[in-house]
């Protein structure tokens, strides 16, 4: 059908011309959508500022040979004014789509769509630190992309854990004996964060000391970062929780 109807989250826009905007979204059915959304850029525009980063909308496009359509818009979640007013969850959310910007089309699943949405209606409601809510975020995007991280038992050989290694090219937390020289230890705390990140276990997230928060966050975005295969631009403006207090 040359007309089709999607729930989507939009991760970046370009301008075009002088009023159209090049879209890209992702959506609930149809996976990854760039669209051109023609006169947004006008104060008279209907659906301009639905279609803004980190805004959901119900919307309705016309399939083209290149790009396709946006012909109508309707908002589903306006997340963007709260966010922005916010550096730390500005900058989260910028890391999170940036990522979901990142996957390949058979990786944009109705699942990744789900998880970035509530993601950033987390980030906009503000009660948990805009650092873990990202954190959260990339766990499992990762975990649903296929490279769940191994945070108990080793990723090498299964050996039972906790482990107190963590090596991002082996998968993961990994024992004394596979862990390779100059290997990443990590504190037990730091591996009880993580483990409750991925769990989204907020309670334990929430209280847990700013050290253990900074080293899990280091970790995160290393295994993130190589598992994509290329760096996410957005993370080296994120704060960690000690460096906002600091």
């Known amino acids: 059908m040359p007309t089709y109807r999607d729930e989507v989250v ?3 826009t370009h301008k075009l011309g002088e009023a159209d905007r090049i879209v890209t979204m992702l959506s609930r059915r149809h996976g990854k959508v760039r669209a051109v959304a023609k006169g947004v850029r006008r104060t008279s525009s209907r659906f301009g500022a639905r279609l803004e980063p980190f805004m959901v ?3 309705q496009l016309y399939q083209g040979r290149t790009l396709d359509i946006v012909q109508q818009a309707e908002s589903l979640g306006a997340y963007g004014a709260p966010i922005a007013a916010d550096y730390d969850r500005y900058t989260s959310a910028h890391a999170m789509v940036e990522t979901a910007d990142r996957l390949n089309e ?3 699943t109705p699942q990744q769509y789900l998880l970035l949405v509530g993601g950033l209606r987390t980030l906009s409601q503000g009660g948990h630190a805009p650092r873990s809510v990202l954190d959260s975020y990339l766990l499992r995007a990762m975990a649903l992309s296929g490279w769940a991280p191994a945070l ?3 990723a090498r050989c299964g050996a039972p854990g ?4 963590f090596v991002a090219q082996l998968g993961g937390a990994v024992c004394s004996a596979c862990a390779p020289a100059g290997s990443a230890r990590v504190h ?4 009880s964060l993580l483990r409750a990140l991925i769990a989204g276990e907020w309670d334990a997230v929430d209280t ?3 050290a253990a928060s900074a080293a899990a966050s280091g970790l995160v975005a290393a ?3 190589y598992h994509l295969e290329r760096g996410i631009r957005s993370l080296s403006h994120v704060h960690n929780r000690s460096e906002r207090r600091a």
């Not at 037990?188 to 591996?191: L, Q």
């Open 10 to 12: 939009v991760l970046r």
């Open 57 to 59: 909308a119900d919307v």
């Open 106 to 108: 058979a990786e944009a």
């Open 152 to 154: 108990t038992d080793c």
């Open 162 to 165: 906790p482990h107190e290694w």
């Open 188 to 191: 037990p705390e730091t591996g």
């Open 208 to 210: 847990a000391h700013d």
């Open 223 to 225: 295994y993130t970062q």
